[in-house]
T-cell receptor, first 113, second 114 residues
Framework: DSGVTQTPKHLITATGQRVTLRCSPRSGDLSVYWYQQSLDQGLQFLIQYYNGEERAKGNILERFSAQQFPDLHSELNLSSLELGDSALYFC????????????FGSGTRLTVV | GENVEQHPSTLSVQEGDSAVIKCTYSDSASNYFPWYKQELGKRPQLIIDIRSNVGEKKDQRIAVTLNKTAKHFSLHITETQPEDSAVYFCAASRRRDTGNQFYFGTGTSLTVIP
């Protein structure tokens, strides 16, 4: 157990729907990062939050949004889902948001049918 | 932005042999280079990392080397074992006040043949 908790582990939904993925960082970690990993793809950075505020944005679609709450958990909202959004979504955390090693959660596997 | 290239995409070695995976990066300001191991369907796990003020770092059978001039870094696994079979990702990052994004390579699928 890495200490980073992601729920749900699996999600199957239809095109056009909206889903919310949840992440609780390791105790004491203030920064949360979201990554998308499609089949045969590397890890694509989506967005970073630090202590409740958006810190960095990557290749995140306008249909996607995220936030970090006062208790430091984060949610990634995916809307108007398309087949191509099917992927593993990982959350990672580190204590200060500085550039050193993340701890990844176990991921949420999203399947859009 | 940063561009990280990783080679080879697949690698098969006999148990006990060494494996080497190479990455290049484009941003000369990148100063932190982690390596992650990902087993099928599982989360990426940090196995070793190196900062730009160091040329080499070792941890038992795993070592990473960094050549800042050439902008490349490599992962070396010696005395490979079947449990080393996994996908390995390199990454590069630079410290920014506006947030710290890791740029990942596309991964190397390592198979260790018993």
């Amino acid at each position: 157990d890495s200490g980073v908790t992601q729920t749900p582990k699996h999600l199957i939904t239809a095109t056009g729907q909206r889903v919310t993925l949840r992440c609780s960082p390791r105790s004491g970690d203030l920064s949360v990062y979201w990554y998308q990993q499609s089949l045969d793809q590397g890890l694509q950075f989506l967005i970073q939050y630090y202590n409740g505020e958006e810190r960095a944005k990557g290749n995140i679609l306008e249909r996607f949004s995220a936030q970090q709450f006062p208790d430091l958990h984060s949610e990634l909202n995916l809307s108007s889902l398309e087949l191509g959004d099917s992927a593993l979504y990982f959350c990672a955390s580190n204590p200060t948001g500085e550039n050193y090693g993340y701890t990844f959660g176990s991921g949420t596997r999203l399947t859009v049918v | 932005g940063e561009n990280v290239e990783q080679h080879p995409s697949t690698l098969s070695v006999q148990e006990g042999d060494s494996a080497v995976i190479k990455c290049t990066y484009s941003d000369s300001a990148s100063n932190y280079f982690p390596w992650y191991k990902q087993e099928l369907g599982k989360r990426p796990q940090l196995i070793i990392d190196i900062r730009s003020n160091v040329g080499e770092k070792k941890d038992q059978r795993i070592a990473v080397t960094l050549n800042k001039t050439a902008k490349h870094f490599s992962l070396h696994i010696t005395e490979t074992q079947p449990e080393d079979s996994a996908v390995y990702f390199c990454a590069a990052s630079r410290r920014r006040d506006t947030g710290n994004q890791f740029y990942f390579g596309t991964g190397t699928s390592l198979t260790v043949i018993p």
